[in-house]
Nanobody, 122 residues
Framework: QVELVESGGGLVQAGGSLRLSCAASGRTFSTDNMGWFRQAPGKEREFVAA???????NYAGSVKGRFTISRDNAKNTVYLQMNSLKPEDTAVYYC????????????????WGQGIQVTVSS
């Protein structure tokens, strides 16, 4: 079974940057489609960004132009570079591996990390 471990979260000021990493233990990483989701207090889990095994990317409108998803297959790691952070970006961020289904739907993903807190102060 695949294990996903997020790192790189924390507390930053508005306008600052963070880079989240997600290390995968699976042997099929190079052909896995990956995604990032987030969940703020009192809100549903929402799509943030996705990347296919061919490195096609998709972003939520709220983060497009500020966040960049990428992958390093040699390290079995997917990244989320977050720039120009806003207080509304505060959430627990989750990485996940997609099975079948649309990239923007959490139900399409079958393996999830434990989540990592990102807090953006005003």
């Amino acid at each position: 079974q695949v294990e996903l471990v997020e790192s790189g979260g924390g507390l930053v000021q508005a306008g600052g940057s963070l880079r989240l990493s997600c290390a995968a233990s699976g042997r099929t990483f190079s052909t896995d489609n990956m995604g990032w989701f987030r969940q703020a207090p009192g809100k549903e889990r929402e799509f943030v960004a996705a990347i296919t095994w061919t490195r096609v990317t998709n972003y939520a409108g709220s983060v497009k132009g500020r966040f960049t998803i990428s992958r390093d297959n040699a390290k079995n790691t997917v990244y989320l570079q977050m720039n120009s952070l806003k207080p509304e970006d505060t959430a627990v961020y989750y990485c996940a591996i997609r099975g079948q289904g649309p990239y923007y739907s959490s139900g399409s993903y079958n393996s999830w990390g434990q989540g990592i807190q990102v807090t953006v102060s005003s």
